[in-house]
């Protein structure tokens, strides 16, 4: 039996718009592989009345990431699925919780290197931070891990004012592309 899964992968392909393989690599890495994960596995956790899924997304996912939209769509698929099992599997027993960062000191982001708009959001974590923070959070019992406080303040601007909140960024996109 399986008390704790970590479904954790990412890709960034294509900047802007992207192309095709850009949107369906992306989706297939940050939405289909958890389908497939909970596919096998919550069923079981379910007959057994217990277990945790953990799914790693991004802040991009809540926040949206200027750079990329293949990258910051497919985020927002992830955190919308871990809700949705959420839901779904909470009253049996099974738990899931969806881990949100934003720049974390990886190999993928020292090989395609942190975008501007990944550098202006904040400090880059290490993953030590981030294994701690998820530590904490998962004895907390919390859905929702920010290893970046900011983001959960970034996140109440965004909801309670969405007009403001996207002038703002397009304020922000615009001072990150002037020479």
Request: net charge negative; aromatic share 6%; glycine share 8%.
């Amino acid at each position: 039996p399986i008390d704790l899964w970590c479904s954790n992968a990412g890709v960034a392909l294509g900047p802007d718009l992207g192309g095709d393989q850009d949107w369906q690599r992306s989706f297939q890495v940050h939405v289909m592989a958890h389908v497939h994960v909970a596919r096998s596995l919550l069923p079981r956790m379910a007959a057994r009345g217990r277990g945790h899924l953990l799914v790693t997304a991004s802040a991009a996912g809540l926040l949206t990431d200027m750079d990329a939209a293949a990258y910051s769509v497919t985020k927002h698929g992830s955190v919308a699925l871990a809700e949705w099992l959420a839901i779904r599997y909470g009253d049996e027993g099974v738990t899931v919780s969806c881990l949100c960062p934003q720049g974390v000191r990886t190999p993928m982001l020292e090989r395609e290197g942190a975008g501007p708009a990944v550098l202006a959001a904040g400090a880059l974590l290490d993953p030590e931070d981030v294994a701690d923070a998820v530590v904490e959070a998962l004895a907390d019992g919390r859905f929702l891990i920010l290893p970046h406080p900011e983001v959960a303040e970034f996140e109440r601007r965004r909801a309670a004012d969405r007009d403001r909140w996207l002038a703002g960024m397009r304020r922000v996109r615009a001072r990150l592309r002037a020479p």
